[in-house]
């Protein structure tokens, strides 16, 4: 893929014609405009998923289409971790660089989606959430990024190359919460009540030994905060569900990308290929367990709802780290940056509930939020709150 010809130093852009897809004039989105992952299909622009490997064919998104017939017109096409299969940014292409702080990761895969919304290249970004993809580089730079309930439809997954089809999503990242507010409003037809926190019931997951100290004091910190706007505070516990996670994700990988890996030189870095092989060895017995896992998890997940109306939780275990960092320090000691990360956002994608990250009182460290299957907009409504 041809070099932008437009500065672009963190390597957010996979894509940006000469002019943007205009927007439908007059509709509630006019005047927005948002940044694609180089996921979704567009019609007439090119689809890499930034990796140089044999891609399957991707319709049109028809989330793309409603948001230009919206009146919002879309900018160009985003880098991510190559073919969405990992949460620092890394790809064929370059990687990208985080908006703010040279050298560091932005968080991915949603990655270039981050770095044009923080650096106001366009209003919005449409990205995907399949681990963590949404809220983790909207965690890490300063950004609201919103992850829907599953299947949920405002946000289809249609026209999108699938990574995990069990896990993966749709959904925004942006700046102003206000922004995410009006697009969630239009693709829906609804409009999202005000929320009270008074008396709301918020279980605190803070689990111990896997954050660092600047990740306790951004969750101590929002959690004084929702209990300042009269939330009622109860301690949570969640395990650690990537014994089904990443199984599950590794051989529906495998699957999307049977044909690249049929070929004597599927074109994937070593790292993704590592993986989609392992996904690919996988039997049955091995992914029946792992589906009996997740639901064993989800039953979990209801019983905590079934005693908290939300949950406030970790979205990150540390700030952003160096470009090659491969281990960071937490409370409970040294660990590889990427299942420190995933086993914190992974189960809400894998489990299909609805989550926000929003922006902490530290730098580059947000958290998130996480309400019961179908309350999106008591959810957003909540968020709008605390957003101000």
């Known amino acids: 893929m041809p070099a932008p010809s437009f500065s672009d130093p963190r390597r957010a852009w996979a894509y940006r014609p000469a002019d943007p897809l205009p927007g439908v004039p007059g509709g509630p989105l006019a005047g927005l405009t948002f940044s694609v992952k180089d996921l979704f299909g567009v019609a007439g622009w090119p689809l890499s998923a930034s990796t140089r490997a044999l891609l399957p064919e991707v319709a049109p998104s028809p989330l793309v289409t409603h948001l230009l017939q919206l009146g919002a017109s879309a900018a160009g096409k985003t880098h991510l971790h190559e073919i969405a299969m990992g949460i620092l940014g890394a790809n064929a292409f370059g990687g990208t660089e985080h908006p703010f702080l040279p050298g560091h990761v932005t968080g991915g895969s949603s990655s270039g989606a981050a770095v044009t919304a923080a650096l106001e290249q366009v209003d919005f970004a449409l990205g995907t959430d399949t681990g963590g993809s949404i809220r983790i580089p909207a965690a890490w730079c300063g950004l609201y990024g919103y992850k829907p309930t599953k299947d949920h439809p405002a946000w289809p997954t249609a026209g999108v190359l699938p ?37 709301l019931r918020v279980g605190v997951w803070h689990p111990q030994g896997w954050l660092g100290a600047d990740a306790q004091q951004a969750l101590s910190g929002m959690a ?59 039997g049955p017995a091995e992914m029946q367990a792992a589906y009996a896992r997740r639901e064993e998890y989800r039953t979990l997940l209801a019983g905590v709802f079934s005693s908290c109306d939300l949950l406030l939780a970790p979205a990150v275990p540390c700030c952003p780290p160096r470009i090659g960092v491969e281990e960071v320090a937490l409370a409970g000691g040294p660990a590889n940056i990427r299942p420190a990360v995933l086993r914190l956002t992974a189960p809400f994608s894998m489990l299909g509930s609805p989550a926000v990250a929003v922006p902490s009182a530290v730098d580059w460290l947000g958290v998130q939020l996480v309400a019961p299957w179908g309350e999106d907009a008591r959810l957003l409504g909540l968020v709008r709150e605390l957003a101000g």
């Open 163 to 199: 990574l995990s089809p069990t896990c993966d999503h749709a959904g925004p990242l942006a700046r102003e919460f206000g922004t995410i507010m009006r697009v969630h409003e239009a693709l829906s037809g609804e409009t999202v009540p005000p929320q009270d926190w008074a008396g």
């Open 224 to 282: 004084q905060r929702l209990e300042q706007l009269g939330a009622v505070l109860q301690p949570v516990t969640l395990p650690d569900m990537l014994d089904a996670y990443s199984p599950i994700v590794g051989h529906e990988a495998a699957q999307v990308h049977a044909a690249a890996l049929a070929q004597a030189d599927p074109g994937f870095s070593p790292e993704i290929l590592e993986k989609l092989r392992a996904g690919q060895a996988l």
